[in-house]
């Protein structure tokens, strides 16, 4: 799948609108139907920050399929990685994310 794709995926698992997610990332509703639509492609901060919000990896938001992130994952023989180190991402400490993950958490 492709960014694209993955991140429209992302939303609609946790009915966001492009309004909502633009809200919670900081920007524009039209930079993430320019992302959506292939017109632009978010900086690595707002990358980082989506998969913050939505409890992926970098690879599979970008390369990958976030609808099948295990074999997503066997397919790139990064199985055996160490989940920890995901949490341990510098933005997951931040206040800012902190505040944006709350209410992601709660959609759920």
């Not at 309004?19 to 139907?33: D, K, N, P, T």
């Not at 199985?79 to 993950?101: C, F, H, Q, R, W």
Request: glycine residues 4%.
């Amino acid at each position: 799948m492709s960014f694209r794709a993955n991140l429209q995926y992302l939303r609609a698992q946790r009915n966001l609108t492009q309004e909502r997610l633009a809200m919670l990332l900081g920007v524009s509703r039209q930079a993430i139907s320019k992302w959506e639509s292939e017109k632009a492609y978010p900086e690595m901060d707002k990358l980082l920050m989506i998969c913050d919000l939505f409890g992926c990896t970098l690879d599979d938001l970008v390369l990958g399929d976030v609808s099948r992130p295990a074999a997503s994952a066997s397919a790139a023989g990064s199985s055996n990685v160490d989940s920890s180190a995901e949490t341990a991402s510098p933005l997951a400490a931040s206040s800012k994310t902190a505040g944006i993950i709350a209410p992601i958490a709660e959609l759920a």
